[in-house]
């Protein structure tokens, strides 16, 4: 059993624990811990709802500048804060790499060049570039949609960048033929052998091509009766896409089922879509990425007018790669260079992009010689203490925020502490979701007059509780920075553990849960 298959099988004794810390911390008394006197009234009155009766809150808000203690309310006991995690492994990166730094993905040539053709294989390198030039906008920034396709299936609603996801490919593409490579002889491999991870059974390699998703766009006949129509995005062989969806009447309900793949890339989707409805989309998670990318490269090279003899679906070839040292000496005929950390980390923690988080992981392992993710979570505990974090405040397990990650609400202020007081601490500060404004938080709050002044990261974690028939909300988490009313600047950290919902309201509940703990920061920020 390797450290994260231990760690998760163990998450259940470590939240009872920890629950049982905090009961022993509620029944305490005069402790400053358990001391509401400084929370907002308005803060309170959002607490004290009957919908959170059987909840914990905890709150943690110091004064960026002098230091001081405004709010400490169980914020030195540990919590799990979900998706929050991503501000400990992206800001780990950021405090290893810069927030300036790129990688760089070359295709490699292991032949000689004769009369246009290679002699050889052309060789694609993945070094976890997040987003391989398919989210990039015309200012070099990166786009992203506040309900991301990586959410597409949980949540209704996503929707996609206008950007071609292909975009990098195209590019790498483009300088082979300009190199003067007009046919390729041999295979075309995708080297994915820089680290070996996975999160939440779903692989995370060293090569992404739109996220490594396939996206499944469903438009609504023109009438009540008539099939709906499907789009696969993008569209790379050998993936075909069957559309069972039955378009219902105006104001019906909208019921897609996730695209099931029936065998030899064929996807199917079923349910029914109302004909006044937007498309919706839908993603299905490839569980190779390396072979996806080699065919995805290979159509990239025909559209550049390069010839490729290799079977352009077959599986990727990578037992017939050269030792890791013979590709590194290998002429690089194409190179694209990531878009900046920055760039990066804003993307990841605007979304919450899971997948995109442990990759930071993974390159913080990759980059002190190891192929194994896992060891990257000790080196980015290894960053921390070296940048002043007390990192006995947080036990952590991965850096997405899977379940099993506790931390104190103080212990994530420190977080913000340490970035806010470095010279790109604002860069770091507008990677956050802004309240009201934009990412995980574009709905919350958004007629609040600390609208756009809440710099601030979400965390989510739900569970089913089978004996009662109804979901817990086991975590919603906000931390980060706040420009207040006064003119301070604040470090905060809002979690709310444990509200429950009916299985017909649960979803309903999430997003309230996460107004709710809006409305908390909100009241902050007014009231400081």
């Known amino acids: 059993m390797n450290r ?35 929370i907002p009234e308005a803060a309170l009155t959002v607490m004290d709802e009957e919908r959170y009766a059987n909840a914990r809150w905890q709150i943690y808000v110091e004064d960026l500048e002098t230091g001081d203690v405004l709010v400490d309310y169980f914020g030195d006991a540990m919590a799990e804060p979900g998706s929050f995690v991503k501000t400990y492994s992206a800001a780990a990166a950021w405090l290893e790499f810069g927030s300036d730094s790129t990688v760089t993905t070359p295709v490699k040539a292991s032949g000689d060049v004769v009369d246009g053709t290679l002699a050889g294989d052309l060789i694609l390198v993945g070094q976890g570039d997040l987003t391989m030039g398919g989210r990039t906008k015309p200012d070099g920034t990166v786009d992203f949609t506040n309900l991301d396709h990586n959410d597409a299936n949980p949540l209704p609603g996503a929707t996609l960048t206008t950007e071609d996801p292909l975009t990098g490919l195209d590019d790498l593409a483009a300088q082979v033929k300009a190199a003067g490579i007009d046919a390729v002889g041999g295979e075309v491999i995708v080297d994915d052998r820089l680290f070996v991870g996975e999160l939440a059974g779903q692989p995370v390699t060293p090569i992404n091509i739109n996220q490594n998703l396939i996206d499944v766009l469903i438009t609504p006949g023109a009438a009540a009766g008539d099939p709906a129509t499907g789009e696969l995005i ?20 909208t019921q897609i089922a996730d695209p099931v793949d029936t065998g030899e890339g064929k996807l199917t989707v079923t349910g029914t879509i109302a004909a006044d409805a937007d498309p919706t989309l839908k993603v299905f998670v490839f569980d190779d990425p390396a072979t996806y990318a080699r065919t995805a490269f290979i159509e990239a090279l025909q559209r550049a007018g390069v010839t490729v003899t290799a079977d352009p679906i077959a599986t990727n070839p990578d037992a017939a790669l050269p030792a890791e040292e013979s590709v590194d000496a290998l002429p690089a005929v194409a190179e694209l260079e990531s878009l900046p950390l920055s760039e990066e980390v804003k993307y990841v923690m605007k979304i919450s992009y899971n997948r995109g988080a442990q990759t930071f992981v993974c390159r913080l392992a990759a ?11 000790a080196i980015a505990g290894e960053i921390w203490r070296e940048a002043g974090l007390d990192t006995t405040g947080a036990a952590l397990i991965d850096g ?10 103080e212990n994530a202020a420190q977080v913000q502490r340490i970035l806010a007081e470095r010279p790109d601490g604002e860069l770091w500060r507008d990677t956050l979701p802004i309240l009201g404004v934009d990412g995980s938080l574009t709905t919350v709050q958004p007629d609040s007059d600390a609208a756009g002044k809440v710099y601030a990261k979400t965390g989510t974690l739900a569970a089913f509780d089978d004996f009662n028939t109804r979901f817990r909300i086991v975590t919603k988490t906000l931390g980060g920075v706040i420009d207040a009313e006064s003119g301070r600047t604040l470090l905060f950290t809002v979690i709310m553990n444990n509200a429950f919902a009916s299985p017909e309201t649960y979803i309903d509940a999430v997003f309230q849960a996460n107004d709710d703990v809006g409305a908390v920061a909100a009241a902050i920020q007014q009231e400081f």
């Open 4 to 38: 994260r298959s231990a760690a998760a099988a163990s998450s259940l004794i470590l939240v009872a624990a920890s629950l049982a810390a905090c009961t022993a911390d509620a029944a305490s008394d005069g402790s400053a811990s358990d001391d509401r006197s400084g």
């Open 234 to 253: 993008p569209a790379v062989a050998p993936w075909t896409l069957t559309v069972d969806v039955e378009t219902v009447e105006a104001g019906g309900k």
């Open 367 to 377: 980059a002190r010689g190891s192929k194994d993710c896992d060891d990257g979570m």
């Open 400 to 409: 997405s925020g899977l379940p099993g990650n506790f931390v104190t609400a």
